[in-house]
């Protein structure tokens, strides 16, 4: 199984990006999904989740007024919309699945990870 992360950039603070993470029909048809990013010398936290059925979509606090996640059953790609971008949302992005119906908030729950794509957004 291969989770194939993209979309980071630089970016100025309060603009947008988009990332992407395509996964292999078998896995996108039976998993559900989650981001995570990892700043600087921090440990690694959740950002958003979706269900396998894209019906019960989750964020952070800090973040859900800002990010989406949404599922394309047509492209196996799960996207992670987000805007108004922070300077302390500056970190490494992680795509991440699980063969379940639920997300959960909890790392350890997801058995599959994808590279990281790194967002860097400037003040």
């Known amino acids: 199984v291969q989770l194939q992360a993209s979309g980071g950039g630089l970016v100025q603070a309060g603009g947008s990006l988009r990332l992407s993470c395509a996964a292999d029909r078998r896995t996108f048809s039976t998993s559900a999904f989650a981001w995570f990013r990892q700043a600087s010398g921090q440990e690694r936290e959740f950002v958003a989740a979706i269900s396998r059925s894209g019906s019960h979509p989750g964020a952070e606090d800090s973040v859900k007024e800002r990010f989406t996640i949404h599922r394309s059953p047509a492209e196996n790609t799960v996207y992670l919309q987000m805007y108004f971008l922070k300077p302390e949302d500056t970190a490494v992005y992680y795509c991440?699945?699980?063969?379940?119906?639920?997300?959960?908030?909890?790392?350890?729950?997801?058995?599959?990870w994808g590279q990281g794509t790194l967002v860097t957004v400037s003040s």
């Open positions: 991440a699945a699980v063969p379940s119906s639920d997300w959960s908030r909890q790392a350890e729950s997801y058995r599959y």
